[in-house]
């Protein structure tokens, strides 16, 4: 029903890979560096995956994917899709993984503010299932309606830069930091 909408978010994160990767083959060859070796171990390995169960309407969300220890998963591994962070493993079969959910009031991530880097933590208050809470940031911090929230890339869960969400609202009631909105 929707393989138009997947093949045109497909086809537009291939032109945003193929821009990255043009950038930095730029920057390596102005750097004289273009014999690099690519075979370098990363930290993060990215892998296909199926939701095979859902939920998002209770306080302890989880899902389930159809991959497991025999596809290279261990627990706590972070999950991300073209739109964003989806959660963390939690539990690993041969043939099967559970993430607990983004949408989990037990879990809470590093992120940050994707314009001025300034980062918080990040957890979902039960509420609305497509809006999550960044708080932790000064309110000296300049912040915007519609700004984008991105993982920090201060764990080994998820790599910096994943998108989150834009600011939907924020205030200040009563304290130094801001309590941020960010629709997923």
Known sequence: LFLKESNQKLAQE?????????????????QQLAD???????QF???PAIIVNNS?????????????SSAGVEKEMGVVTNDGIIGIIAGVSSNYSTVISLLNVDLKI???????NHFGSLYWDGRNYRE????????????????TVVT??????????????TIKSFDSKGSNFYTIRVLL
């Open 14 to 30: 291939n032109l945003d890979l193929r821009n990255k990767l043009a950038l930095v083959t730029s920057k390596l060859e102005k």
């Open 36 to 42: 690099v070796d690519t075979s370098i171990n990363t």
């Open 45 to 47: 390995i990215f892998s």
């Open 56 to 68: 998002i309407n209770k306080q302890h969300n989880f899902l389930t994917l159809n991959v497991g």
């Open 110 to 116: 590093s992120a940050k503010l994707k314009k001025s």
């Open 132 to 147: 999550v809470i960044l708080t932790d940031i000064p309110q000296h911090v300049p912040i915007s309606i519609g700004d």
């Open 152 to 165: 920090s890339g201060f764990s080994s869960i998820f790599p910096p830069e994943v998108r989150i969400g």
